[in-house]
Every structure is written in C-alpha cells, then in structure tokens.
C-alpha cells in the first residue's frame, strides 16, 4: 500500500499511487489531502497543494485534516491570516477535540489579534483535553510571555521540558525568555546544553542565539562556536535549510567566500525551493557580489510570495527596484512601515 512505500521513501513510487487513486476515485478527500502533504513536502509545491486541498475540502467540506493542513498552509506560505483562521475554525467546529487545529489557531490568533484572550481559551482548553501535550504547553507560554506573565510562562516551560526534557521548542522559548531577563549567560548555557544533546535544530538554534544575541554584533569568538554549530547541524542533518542559509550567510558577509556561500545556498534551495531565508540570502549575494540584478530580483520576488510579511526581504527588493521603479519601491517601503 501507499503507506508501506512512503515508510520506505520512495516519493515517486508514493506519487504514482496516489495519482492512480484519485483516477479511480477523484472525489476522495484523504487520498486528497495525502498526496498535497506529499506535495509540499516532498516537491515544495505549494500552489498544486493548495490546489489538491480545496478540491479535498469541495469533496468533503469537513474533512478536518484537509482544514488543518489548508490553514497551516495558508500562514505558514502565504500569511493569509484570514484564509488561515477561517479553515481552522472549520477545523475546530468539526473536531472540537482535535488538540493541533487548536494549538495551531491559538498561535494565528496571538500573532494577529491585540488581545491574548482568544489564543489563551483555545490552548487552555487544548490542556484539559490532553493535560500532557508539550506542543500546547510551549505555545500557551509563548502568549502568556507575550502578555508579559513571565512567570506563568517559565512554569508552562517548567512543566513541558519535566514532560520532554529534550523538546527544542521549549529550551528555544526557555532561552529567549531568559534572555530578555537580561539573563544571556544563562540563555546561552540552556541553548549550548540542548545543541549538544539534541539533533540539527537544536544546534542551529544555539548558533542564532549566538549571532542575534543583544550585542550589537557577535564577538569572533562566538562567531566561531557558531560556525562550529552550524557545521555540527549540518554533519547530523546536510540537508537542513536553516543551517545551510545561515552558515552562508556568514561565508558571504564575514569571510568574503561568495563561491562557498553560493554553492550552500543552492544546496539549500534544492532541498527547499520555498526556504525563505536562503532566496532572501542568495538575493543578497546575487545583488552584492555577482551585480546580477535580475537574479536577486527574482529571488527577492519568490521570497515576498511565500512570506508577504518578512520586512527585511521587503525592504531589500523595495532598495533593488529604486533603481528602475520608484513608485513600485516607494509602494514597498510604504509597505514595510506598516508591519
């Protein structure tokens, strides 16, 4: 079956079948919504997923995985707030126990709406239903931190990592906040401490603590830890987009190896084509380095598709076009202001 050759990963085998499903039965929203999750994530096409997921909801409008998969779709590449919120509410009033369509629709709502009040009810109540849930726990802290209930937040965390003392999520949330505390020695200890017990994300986290910290600009002693973190997540896992993006970025901008910086950024496109950070990178080399106007435009362009709300990229395809367009420049500029 599907799933036996999808535990094997062989995608294009995975893809046939599923392709000779839907001949079969074209109306069967699962079959739908497996093949747009195959999709994304396998060939990061995210207009034929979206696409594969509206034909599974017109088949069944309260198919919850399909709501749940569009809505995350929808914010995570288009920052469609609405779109996202309006299919999973769906989601939610189809399954009202369905614990990730809450969580997910929490975070939608905390990050878009001025008062916590919703986010808080709907995690609260994704607690009752399952009182263990650490992905739950983590998010409720990260609203309670954003309504400054610092200590509510640290006991959430408290009681996620004495659930899984490993969870990055929660040693990232746990590190930040203590960061903010003024805290950073600690924030550092807690990051170093989970990149060394944890796989590649854990590790590229330690390396941005390490390069976005408070200071106006990191030391070359932590430059270098985070290098070397970089190069330890990229040893456990050469295909991760955040690693290969960052540690380019500093080829690029701290040593001066365009050619280094250039062949990891395209190592990491042709892992994730929809990686936003690494078009946005790779623009800035084209643009800096090789004088390739076209070429970073087309990056920053494809950056701005998938993440309409990143002012950085904005702000940088908005400087690239003041050369050739000013209204359309000016239009951006206007438009980063407002995030």
């Known amino acids: ?167 990055a999520g929660a040693l990232s949330l746990y590190a930040t906040l203590l960061s903010k505390q003024g805290r950073a020695e600690e924030a550092r200890q807690v990051l170093q401490s989970a990149a060394g017990a944890n796989g590649a994300e854990a590790k590229v986290d330690y390396a941005v603590f390490l390069l976005d910290g408070d200071g106006p600009k990191p030391s070359r002693e932590e430059m270098e830890k985070a290098k070397g973190a970089l190069q330890a997540a990229l040893d456990a896992d050469p295909r991760n987009t955040r690693a290969l993006a960052r540690l380019g970025k500093i080829l690029h901008v701290t040593n001066g190896d365009a050619a280094g910086a250039e062949a990891l950024f395209r190592a990491s496109l042709q892992a994730d084509p929809a990686h936003v950070e690494t078009l946005f990178n790779y623009g800035h080399l084209l643009w800096d380095v090789r004088k390739d106007v076209e070429g970073a435009a087309a990056m920053y362009k494809r950056a701005m598709e998938l993440d309409a709300w990143n002012a950085d990229v904005i702000c940088s395809y908005g400087g690239l076009l003041a050369m050739q367009d000013e209204t359309r420049a000016e239009e951006l500029f206007r438009q980063a202001l407002q995030l």
């Open 1 to 167: 079956g599907i799933e036996e050759v999808l535990e094997g990963g062989d995608w294009a085998d995975a893809e046939r079948l599923y392709k000779q499903a839907l001949s079969a039965d074209r109306r069967n929203a699962a079959v739908l919504c497996n093949f747009a999750a195959l999709t994304l994530d396998v060939r990061k096409d995210v207009r034929e997923a979206e696409k594969l997921l509206r034909e599974s909801l017109d088949a069944d409008p309260a198919h919850v995985q399909s709501l749940y998969n569009l809505g995350n779709l929808l914010w995570d590449h288009r920052r469609d707030a609405r779109g996202a919120r309006t299919h999973l509410e769906r989601a939610v009033e189809a399954d009202p126990s369905d614990v990730p369509s809450l969580c997910n629709l929490a975070q939608v709502l905390a990050l878009t709406l001025d008062d916590p009040s919703p986010a808080l009810q709907l995690l609260s109540r994704a607690l009752r239903i399952d009182p263990g849930n650490v992905a739950a726990m983590v998010e409720l802290a990260g609203v309670e931190a954003q309504r400054g209930a610092q200590g509510a937040a640290f006991a959430l965390l408290d009681r996620a990592l004495a659930e899984d003392p490993r969870n």
